[in-house]
């Protein structure tokens, strides 16, 4: 997995998880700016993201503390996109599941991201950092 960083306005915006083998560039308009994070310990949104000469260097923010609202509509914003995300990769596997055409892999697929989906709906939306689940490989 690897985490990347929306950077909006210096800023981290939001931070997503996606499977090695997707392409970031494919999956959002170009005109937003998503960096790999996946090596930056303890990221998270709000934090301040500067592009020095082609590299990225992210600070904690200490100027910035979000109010418990921000950090839930932050939090709702990252789970709808992860549920998103999830259902795009349920759809086929639970379209060959209705037409009885399923393989054992589509079978054992589907339930890990139902489970996944059901597991980001338990996530705690007003923490600063929530324990996001891991996607299925």
Same mark, same amino acid.
């Given at each position: 997995m690897k985490t990347f960083a929306r950077v909006q306005?210096?800023?981290? *915006? &939001?931070? !997503?998880? !996606?499977? &090695?083998d997707q392409d970031i560039t494919e999956m959002f308009h170009p005109s937003m !700016?998503?960096?790999?994070? *996946?090596?930056? &310990?303890?990221?998270? &949104?709000?934090?301040?993201?500067?592009?020095?000469n082609g590299v990225w260097l992210f600070a904690e923010n200490v100027d910035s503390a979000a109010t418990p609202e921000e950090i839930y509509a932050t939090n709702r914003s990252n789970q709808s996109a992860l549920q998103a995300q999830a259902s795009t990769s349920m759809t086929p596997l639970l379209l *060959?599941?209705?037409?009885?055409?399923?393989?054992?892999?589509?079978? *054992?697929l589907a339930k890990s991201w139902q489970a996944y989906s059901r597991a980001l709906k338990e996530v705690d939306l007003n923490v600063q950092n929530p324990a996001w689940p891991s996607p299925p490989a």
């Open positions: 306005d210096g800023l981290v *915006s &939001e931070l !997503i998880l !996606i499977n &090695e !700016i998503w960096v790999d994070a *996946s090596n930056v &310990e303890g990221v998270c &949104e709000n934090w301040l993201a500067t592009n020095d *060959s599941l209705q037409l009885g055409d399923a393989t054992e892999v589509e079978t *054992s």
